[in-house]
């Protein structure tokens, strides 16, 4: 339900943007652009992210909990750990694919 409400606000915005949901990614597509050791398979799912929002000069990552649920300090946590993967990802993609270096 929450997902669907964020994906339903994120397509009428007006601004010049590119909208990827439901992303996922593997140990060995995150390992081509950031190190980190791990007992991870090539194959295992690494980490995830519902909405990454690309615009002019910016990248936006969204990881989507709802709060009533009775588990929210846990998927925060969650979510929090699944962003931070992310945000490194999409770093080093920057860096190694365009020479871009994102601002901290």
Same mark, same amino acid.
């Given at each position: 339900?929450?997902?669907? #409400?964020?994906?339903?606000? &994120?397509?009428?915005?007006?601004?010049?943007?590119?909208? !990827?949901?439901?992303?996922? =990614?593997?140990?060995?597509?995150?390992?081509?652009?950031?190190?980190?050791?791990?007992?991870?398979?090539?194959?295992?799912?690494?980490?995830?992210?519902?909405?990454?929002?690309?615009? #002019?000069?910016?990248?936006? &990552?969204?990881?989507?909990?709802?709060?009533?649920?009775? !588990?929210?300090?846990?998927? =925060?946590?969650?979510?929090?750990?699944?962003?931070?993967?992310?945000?490194?990802?999409?770093?080093?993609?920057?860096?190694?694919?365009?020479?871009?270096?994102?601002?901290?």
């Amino acid at each position: 339900q929450a997902v669907v #409400q964020v994906y339903n606000l &994120l397509q009428d915005l007006q601004e010049d943007v590119v909208v !990827l949901q439901g992303t996922q =990614y593997t140990h060995l597509q995150y390992s081509l652009y950031v190190t980190h050791p791990c007992d991870k398979e090539e194959g295992e799912l690494e980490g995830s992210c519902d909405f990454i929002v690309m615009g #002019q000069g910016c990248v936006a &990552l969204l990881n989507v909990r709802a709060p009533t649920d009775d !588990l929210f300090a846990n998927h =925060y946590k969650l979510s929090q750990s699944q962003r931070n993967s992310t945000i490194k990802l999409v770093r080093r993609c920057c860096i190694k694919t365009f020479r871009f270096k994102m601002p901290e």
